[in-house]
């Protein structure tokens, strides 16, 4: 269940002259701004704002969370800056905020150079789908449903009317996901078996592509779609899932749960599948999947290459045992340990990854002329399906 990978070329001249044409146009030569959905790989803070309504306080909103931050805590779900911070710095794009934010602050106009609606603990599929399923979300009701629900409600108050509110869609680079990641991590960390979390998957890959179908109604023109990471070397499913039983990557010496890394492989190939359908119907919107499998399992294969010197698969923050997670103690606890060089560790908290990681990873996605052929794609209005 390998993924698939379709590729997108173009001539350094056409990218270098097209960016220097249209850099009068847009302030970073493709886009205004940037939307974005998902969960906690991309959650700049909703999670922290939703908790603070409700008087909820969550470890991951303590220290060491944000410590590369001035202000520490920002309720990013990692020491530092995400994926989704890189890529807007690379476009040259303020980061972007959180939409939901305390009473009395307008960032409306913040909003119109990018605003994120991703939710720390956010499943693909409704409350309302899960449940039956007996799947219970502890951290938020905030699905994709939800979320595209808020990114409707509030384009009235960040771009006026419907013509304007399309030109400001199609402006935008729209980063859908990661997603859905959640809807699998519930019930395979609770004790349910793969193949019967297997069977959610393709209802999971319905609801990206139904987002998507919808976005572009509204006048997207660039969507970036995400798979999912290889969770089999996450040092939470190492801790909980890991026995004598299941095999081991030794083949290519990773140390990662092969039926796990297959599992994610399933998503990513049927997203990457239906992504094509739907590009095959708007041929002027261009879609690319961003390989987020790829482009981490570079660093578990070759941690030390990329000078994380403590391995690929232990926690920097966390508990005692063979990969510093415990169940009973989570990163922002009292309890909790936390090491002396996290950019030596790819992983934060046995779930998301250190700032030193996902600078790697959003390099070898974002740092490549298949992106960078996005915005001669989209001056030309000729729209395509691509892989980063």
Sequence with gaps: MASSSISITSGVFL?????????????????????????????????????SISNRVLPLFLPPYGENFLNQSTGRCSNGRLIIDFLA???????????????GNNNMVTFKQGVNYAVAGATALDRSVLEPRGIVNPMTNASLGVQLAWFKQSLPSICGNESNCRDFIGRSLILVGEIGGNDYNYPILW???VEEVESFVP??????????????????????????????????????CGSEKEEYDHVVVTGCLVRLNQFAEYHNKLLQTKLKQVQDLHSDVNIFYADYYNAAMEIYLFPYKYGF??????????????????PSVECGDASATVCDEPDTYVSWDGIHLTEAAYKIISKNLFSTPQFNSLCSTLTSGVGSLGSI
């Design 191 to 193: 004790g349910k078996s």
């Design 203 to 240: 209802l999971v890959i319905d609801i990206i592509i139904s987002a998507i179908d919808e976005l572009i109604e509204m006048g997207a023109k660039t969507l970036v779609v995400p798979g999912n990471f290889p969770v089999g070397c996450s040092a939470s499913y190492l801790t909980v």
């Design 15 to 51: 990218v270098i002259f097209v960016w220097l044409w249209s850099s009068c146009l847009y302030a970073n030569g493709c886009y205004t701004s940037i939307i974005s959905f998902g969960d906690s790989l991309a959650d700049t803070g909703n999670l922290k704002q939703l908790a």
């Design 89 to 103: 710095e690379r476009l040259g794009l303020p980061l972007v905020p959180p939409f939901l934010q305390d009473k």
């Design 309 to 326: 010197t403590n391995g690929a698969l232990k926690a920097c923050c966390g508990g005692e045992g063979r990969y510093n997670v415990d």
